[in-house]
């Protein structure tokens, strides 16, 4: 069995206020994916100005935190909303949901697609070779918290979490690290470094973060307001995750089935 590292939720203070971990990856993930993107605006042919990638960027920040928080607050946890209605405000307890910063996303995308003219697609699949960064970047801020811990587990590197009982368990943040944000990343990555079909990358995101999602799953401890949710074995997010994996593969059937026009490479003179 490891030992869970006791790390304190709070990075440093500026004057009175405190700074938190949580809140710091969701920076290294919103920096990583900007920097990552101005480079690939850089490349020859990239179809993009820099001007654009930070305005993408932004909209896409506050689909993932609007939407994020408020999809959290109505799957998750409806009931304490209603009792502290600020509590809607405490991003920095941690409590973001993937699902709805999805939902955020694809709106902000949306309307930033109608203000610069461009297919939607052209944006999702631009950006979404990026998202793992924040993804991973927010699973170690689980991880920090010592939230969303794992299930009881007798495997060597099991940890006993503060919140999470006296029993080793699953550290599922990491798995979930792994798997949303370096595995996703690096196929993600290579994948979109040739042409392809436009509605192709994003199509690949979200098939596989579906597979990735509901994989984790069976090493995480249910949300203990909500438990499991169908059969008795099947979580909320699993529950919300299966059409993902439907959907995705869909969108790549569509993609390469209509032959669309390819984006370009990110390799130089493509």
């Not at 480079?39 to 820099?50: D, L």
């Not at 699902?99 to 699949?125: E, N, S």
């Not at 495997?155 to 550290?171: D, E």
Request: proline share 8%.
């Amino acid at each position: 069995m490891l030992t869970y590292p006791q790390i304190n939720p709070i990075a440093f203070h500026i004057g009175p206020l405190p700074v938190h971990w949580y809140g710091m990856m969701y920076l290294v993930g919103f920096f990583g994916g900007w920097g990552l993107a101005m480079w690939r605006a850089s490349r020859p042919n990239s179809g993009w100005t820099k001007d654009q990638v930070s305005d993408l960027i932004f909209y896409v920040a506050l689909g993932v935190i609007a939407g994020g928080r408020i999809g959290y607050i109505l799957l998750y946890d409806f009931s304490d909303f209603m009792a502290q209605p600020l509590v809607i405000f405490k991003l920095w307890q941690g409590g973001m949901s993937f699902h709805g910063g999805l939902i955020g996303v694809l709106i902000a995308l949306g309307l930033y697609a109608r203000k610069i003219h461009k297919p939607f697609f052209t944006l999702g699949d631009f950006i979404a070779p990026l998202v793992p960064i924040g993804l991973g970047a927010g699973r170690i801020g689980n991880f920090i918290n010592g939230e969303l811990v794992g299930r009881v587990t007798n495997v060597p590197w099991a940890m006993v979490f503060p919140n999470g009982g006296p029993f080793p368990r699953h550290p599922s943040q990491l798995y979930e690290f792994l798997l949303e944000g370096v595995v996703l990343f690096t196929v993600l990555w290579l994948y979109s470094a040739k042409p392809r079909p436009r509605m192709a990358v994003s199509g690949l995101f979200v098939l596989l973060y579906g597979i990735f999602r509901v994989t984790a799953e069976f090493f995480r401890q249910p949300d203990v307001q909500i438990g499991f949710v169908a059969f008795g074995w099947l979580t909320k997010g699993q529950l919300l995750s299966i059409p993902m994996i439907i959907i995705g593969a869909g969108m790549m059937w569509w993609a390469y089935r209509k032959n669309s026009p390819c984006p370009p490479p990110l390799k130089k003179g493509g």
